[in-house]
């Protein structure tokens, strides 16, 4: 059923007043820091396992990329290392909404990529082995065939590569669904609570300091996204990590061109629920340089090469600021984590023109449809593209779950059960070993598969 939805339905996510708790637990099992897809996922599988799980976010429940996402969940082109964690999750996505009894807007409806040209076409063939190794129903599909999926389009495809199993989803339901169902499970999720940083005993991991106090704990997950490297930095932690900025429009509701997702060198497009779209550029991703750029330029570079084309470099304020930053601070004042509750980019203009142009030339049929919201998010990623999911070697107790890559919310179901899994020592069938952070220290090859 197409529902109705007000111009900032998205953007009410990240904008609404913040909700600080009344108290917050003295103790818990497992204090989770960081509220987007892969944060509340873990805490849900935590709580259906009697785990006594609590949540911290600085903001809001998918405040930042978790809620900002294009809202795809597809097994489609993965890359090899995420595939037994994707596959899983989306087993996770097909029952969600009936076992937290909540919409999460997930639909089946397949996902296609599109080529312009012969060659293309040929290289999608190469992921074709995976996908049977896994028995994904994946195929390549002829450009008559499209005609079956697409409609109305004004640019001629030679074909795609289309998986029918794969879906879509609403990031703007979806975490705070989970959220909701993990505190129904017994798990307590504290918004408005920034947590500074940890406490140890005998270098082990004893408590988190929050803004609002300290909780005894001896298993801390640290999947804060964005700002993951930040806070383990201030542990002696290195994690690399670079953001992007990826710009986002969602249409109003239009003519009915696709059901599912469709991606293309000029745009990656899908249907919502309220039957707009939401819309991105194909390849343009922003980069503003900071010194964590220059600090992980050599282990990025394969990554970098692989996205030069799109990969749009700029360097301004975000560098002064992350130059200015601190890189520890008492855990009895303010932390930056306060400082900027939800990291709330403004989109680009330019990228924002180039969406509507494309989108106009692709579907003209879409033309006069409204262009009603227009976001960014800072989508933080890994060398090789993949997560980083490992207990922190110098300070037991202490878990690391980030580097998602633009790949979380689809992955995300998959990826907290693993995580729970990894936190209370329970075989959940997914191996872990690839995602190690020492991985990019021990000279084990950085080699990207896929792209951001």
Known sequence: ??????????????????????????????????????????????????????????????????????????VQARDTREMPMIVESLNIWRGLA???CEDVGYTQTGCLFVASSDAQLESFSAWLKTADEYGIDTRIISA??????????????????????????EPHKAAPAIARAADRKGATVLTACAVRGIETEGGHVSA?????GTIRTSAVLCAAGAWSSMFCRSLGISVPQLKVRGTVVRT?????????NLFDERLGIRRRQDGGYTVAHGTILD?????????????????LMQEHKGLRLSIGRDFIDEWRAPKTWALDDTSPFEQTRVLNPDPNPRTVKGIRKNMDTVFPSLA?????????????????????????????????????????????????KAIAGLLTGKDTGIDLTPFRLSRFFDGTPIQPQSSV
């Open 98 to 100: 009936e076992e937290i």
């Open 144 to 169: 008559g065939e499209l005609a079956q999926h697409v409609r109305g389009n004004a640019v001629t495809w030679r074909g795609g590569m289309y998986t029918s199993t794969d879906g879509r989803a």
């Open 208 to 212: 988190v300091v929050t803004e609002h």
């Open 287 to 303: 980069h503003p340089i900071t010194p964590t750029t220059i600090r992980y330029a050599f282990k990025f570079l394969p990554a």
């Open 368 to 416: 006069g449809t409204e262009i009603v919201e227009a976001w960014a998010g800072m989508v933080e990623t890994s060398p090789d593209v993949v997560p980083i999911i490992e207990e922190a070697q110098n300070i037991p107790g202490f878990h690391i779950a980030t580097g998602f890559s633009g790949h979380g919310f689809g992955i995300g179901p998959g990826a907290g």
């Open 1 to 74: 059923m197409i529902e109705a939805m007000p111009n900032d339905v998205v953007a009410a996510t990240w904008a609404r007043p913040f909700e600080k708790p009344d108290s917050i637990p003295a103790s818990a099992g497992v204090v989770i820091i960081g509220g987007g897809i892969v944060g509340v996922c873990t805490a849900w599988f935590l709580a259906k396992q009697g785990v006594d799980v609590v949540l911290c976010e600085k903001g809001h429940i998918a405040g930042e990329q978790s809620g900002r996402n294009w809202g795809w969940v597809r």
């Open 252 to 260: 109003a509701p239009g003519a009915d061109v696709l059901d599912g």
